[in-house]
C-alpha cells in the first residue's frame, strides 16, 4: 500500500490550496482516510478525515476553512484549503486505514492509522 500526498506550497495569508491524496494497493471501500499535520516542534494533529461512505469530521481548528472529499473510483482523496492563515503552516500527511463501519467517525489518533503518505510542505506567509 503507498499513499502519496502532493499538492503543497507557499502560499499567502487568506489563500488557498488544494492538497491531493493518491492511494495505491488498497481498495477504497470500508476504508477512512485522513489528514494531518505537523508543525515545527509540535505534535501530529489531526484535521480531517472521510469515509468511504462519505463521512466527514473536521478538527474544529478548520471545519469552516478545509473541505475534504474523496473519489473512491480514482482512490484519490483532496483537501481544499481556504482562507489559509500561518497556523495552518505545517507538513500534512494523509492516512488510511480499514473502517468497517463508515458511518461510524474515523479516529482521530495518529497511532491508528496504518498507512501514511510521504507529506507535503504547506507553508503560509504573512
Known amino acids: 500500500v503507498q499513499l502519496q500526498a502532493s499538492g503543497g506550497g507557499l502560499v499567502q495569508v487568506g489563500g488557498s490550496l488544494r492538497l491531493s491524496c493518491a492511494a495505491s494497493?488498497?481498495?477504497?471501500?470500508?476504508?477512512?482516510v485522513a489528514w494531518f499535520r505537523q508543525a515545527p516542534g509540535k505534535d501530529r494533529e489531526f484535521v480531517v478525515s472521510?469515509?468511504?461512505?462519505?463521512?466527514?469530521d473536521y478538527a474544529d481548528s478548520v471545519e469552516a476553512r478545509f473541505t475534504v472529499s474523496a473519489d473512491n473510483a480514482k482512490k484519490r482523496a483532496y483537501l481544499q484549503m481556504d482562507s489559509l492563515a500561518p497556523e495552518d503552516t505545517a507538513v500534512y500527511y494523509c492516512?488510511?486505514?480499514?473502517?468497517?463501519?463508515?458511518?461510524?467517525?474515523?479516529?482521530?489518533?495518529?497511532?491508528?492509522?496504518?498507512?501514511w503518505g510521504q507529506g507535503t510542505q504547506v507553508t503560509v506567509s504573512s
Open positions: 494497493g488498497l481498495t477504497f471501500r470500508n476504508i477512512a
Open positions: 492516512a488510511a486505514r480499514s473502517q468497517t463501519f463508515t458511518s461510524r467517525p474515523p479516529p482521530s489518533q495518529a497511532a491508528r492509522y496504518d498507512y
Open positions: 472521510i469515509t468511504s461512505s462519505g463521512r466527514t
